[in-house]
């Protein structure tokens, strides 16, 4: 993995947060890197970016690309570097003249296109926990995750733990 992809790996796990943030049934909470006014700003972008994960963890590629090439349309994406005073000149995908949305849009879609197919959009992942719709990605070496956090992992062990316990009850005479 070069230093490009690892920046946009990177940019995958902000998207992983703002998208548990924002949507599905267990959206809760600021990220941290945001204000709270601008948080409802970038709702609509979340729900499109879990869109395009569960698409992915579905291999659905077709369907993710399509979302994202909407956003990368929609955030006016386009390659060009850029630098702030002295600082060394980078590649930027935002307009210069972007709001705070279409920068958003552009730098996380941009992002998620360039590491399609790759071995960071293969480790995103979606719970596995019942009522839990939070996504994640599998920082693990054999990539065996498959829950949000040790929360959802203990509460489906303990279910599990009981359902054993109840059958073992049920078998003994
Ligand atoms: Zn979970």
């Known amino acids: 993995m070069?230093?490009?992809?690892?920046?946009?790996?990177l940019r995958l796990e902000t998207a992983v947060s703002l998208v548990n943030a924002l949507t599905g049934d267990n959206a809760g909470g600021e990220p941290a890197f945001l204000e709270p006014h601008e948080v409802?700003?970038?709702?609509?972008?979340?729900?499109?970016?879990r869109a395009v994960i569960e698409a992915l963890v579905g291999d659905d590629h077709d369907s993710a690309?399509?979302?994202?090439?909407?956003l990368l349309v929609a955030s006016h994406a386009r390659p060009r570097l850029h630098r702030d005073g002295?600082?060394?000149w980078h590649l930027t995908?935002?307009?210069?003249d972007a709001d705070f949305v279409q920068r958003w849009t552009?730098?996380?879609?941009?992002?998620?296109?360039?590491?399609?197919?790759?071995?960071?959009?293969q480790r995103l992942g979606l719970c596995a926990a019942p009522r839990c719709d939070r996504v994640?990605?599998?920082?693990?070496?054999?990539?065996s995750k498959r829950f949000c956090g040790?929360?959802?992992?203990?509460?489906?062990k303990a279910a599990a733990y009981r359902k054993r316990g109840a059958r073992q009850r049920e078998e003994r005479p």
Do not use: M, Y
Request: aromatic fraction near 4%; proline fraction near 5%.
């Open 2 to 9: 070069d230093i490009g992809n690892s920046h946009h790996a």
């Open 40 to 49: 409802g700003q970038l709702a609509g972008l979340a729900s499109d970016l």
């Open 65 to 70: 690309a399509r979302t994202l090439n909407r």
């Open 86 to 88: 002295d600082e060394p």
């Open 93 to 96: 995908f935002d307009p210069p």
């Open 106 to 121: 552009a730098g996380l879609a941009v992002s998620f296109a360039a590491v399609l197919g790759d071995d960071s959009a």
């Open 136 to 143: 994640f990605i599998d920082a693990s070496q054999a990539r």
């Open 150 to 156: 040790v929360a959802c992992q203990n509460r489906v």
